[in-house]
């Protein structure tokens, strides 16, 4: 065995050529030189360096696959909606075919929706190359390189990829924050320290409690708490009690525990319910008035370490059919997502003794008295 090298092969402009070269354009656009035009144009500007023309113009052919899958846009065509993402995952498994007969030293690190990334011996690259220019050949499609140093992944949907020129390319909600790589106008502004510090520890072994100490600019600290429109209003618990806020709030981990976390009450069902992923104690800073000594930073370290052993696939729960498990460590559970745990909350009332109020708590009592007197 010789060198490993990691490669990345990402199709360029991928699902707006498969519409192009494949006749996957909806069906309602008038003309299908309208969109090839636009398609042509993106490429131009990109080639040329006119980046502002090519990112505006990038926005409008993505989109428009998208809206192809919205039945509430004139472009709606599921059938060719649903051609292109399905054909896209076939050429790529037909260009990982190709690697996994002829390679007989490839590893397949992730395959996702534009792309590959293998670890191969070096010795194997021109075997590599050549599936490539048969592939590009027969598809039409253009793959472009990029050599990766190291790569550390807690998903297909997750990693930090450390480039041999040395710059660091992230994705997914571990460890991207501010405006996205990907995407338009997509912006992660929760926790960015904790997301920094994560990718010091994987690229430079930067413990993280040196990394969140040592900043102090409290924006790095925030949590964005935004509720959708399923919700009718939100609260605080302060001292026991709901106090009424906004349904968007910029809010911090504190070690006053008088102060709790936030609330959201569904339109329909009127089921309060948790807003996710937010500290047990947090403190709302909607008018910028908090200083960084008012915050946690023991909380942030502590997600930190956690976010890494996900990567680590350390501290996993297993759970047997037959055995229980706490509401608040359902998170834990492989399997069970956001939306599922979503859908507990609103289903189920879950009740706190320490943030109820003492008439509340006798009430509560009195309950739990009544069902364990039938078991």
């Not at 209003?233 to 809010?251: A, E, L, M, S, T």
Request: hydrophobic share 35%.
């Amino acid at each position: 065995m010789g060198k490993r090298v990691i490669r990345s092969y990402d199709v360029s402009s991928y699902y707006p050529h498969l519409m192009v070269l494949y006749g996957y354009i909806s069906r309602n656009i008038p003309s299908s030189d309208i969109f090839k035009n636009v398609l042509k144009q993106r490429l131009e500007a990109k080639h040329k360096g006119d980046k502002k023309t090519a990112e505006t113009l990038k926005l409008v052919v993505n989109t428009t696959y998208g809206a192809m899958l919205n039945s509430y846009n004139n472009l709606y065509d599921p059938l060719m909606g649903r051609s292109v993402c399905i054909s896209g995952q076939l050429f790529l498994l037909d260009l990982v075919y190709g690697y996994l007969e002829e390679c007989q030293t490839v590893r397949i690190i992730n395959l996702n929706t534009d792309g590959v990334v293998i670890s191969v011996d070096e010795s194997e690259l021109p075997k590599v190359y050549e599936i490539n220019k048969e592939w590009q050949i027969r598809t039409g499609f253009t793959l472009g390189e990029d050599k990766i140093k190291k790569i550390i992944q807690k998903d297909c949907n997750n990693y930090i990829m450390v480039m041999l020129d040395g710059e660091i390319k992230t994705k997914g909600a571990y460890v991207t924050y501010g405006m996205s790589q990907v995407g338009a106008f997509n912006i992660n502004n929760n926790y960015p320290i904790v997301k920094k510090a994560i990718i010091e520890y994987f690229v430079n072994g930067t413990p993280v409690e040196e990394t969140i100490n040592n900043c102090n600019d409290i924006l790095e600290f925030q949590y964005i708490a935004k509720t959708s429109n399923k919700y009718s209003y939100c609260y605080h618990i302060v001292d026991g009690k709901k106090v009424p806020v906004q349904k968007v709030n910029r809010v911090y981990a504190t070690k006053d525990k008088r102060y709790g976390t936030l609330y959201k009450v569904h339109k329909e069902t009127g089921r309060p319910a948790k807003i996710e992923d937010l500290p047990k104690y947090c403190i709302i800073d909607n008018q910028n008035e908090l200083g960084i000594q008012d915050i946690d930073k023991e909380h942030y370290i502590k997600k930190a370490k956690k976010m890494i052993n996900d990567f680590l696939g350390k501290e996993q729960l297993e759970v047997g059919m037959n055995e229980y498990v706490k509401l608040s460590e359902l998170a834990k559970v492989p399997g069970i997502g956001k939306k599922t745990l979503e859908k507990i909350r609103e289903t189920c009332t879950i009740y706190r003794f320490d943030e109820q109020t003492n008439e509340e708590k006798m009430s509560l009592k009195n309950w739990l008295d009544e069902i364990f007197e039938g078991i």
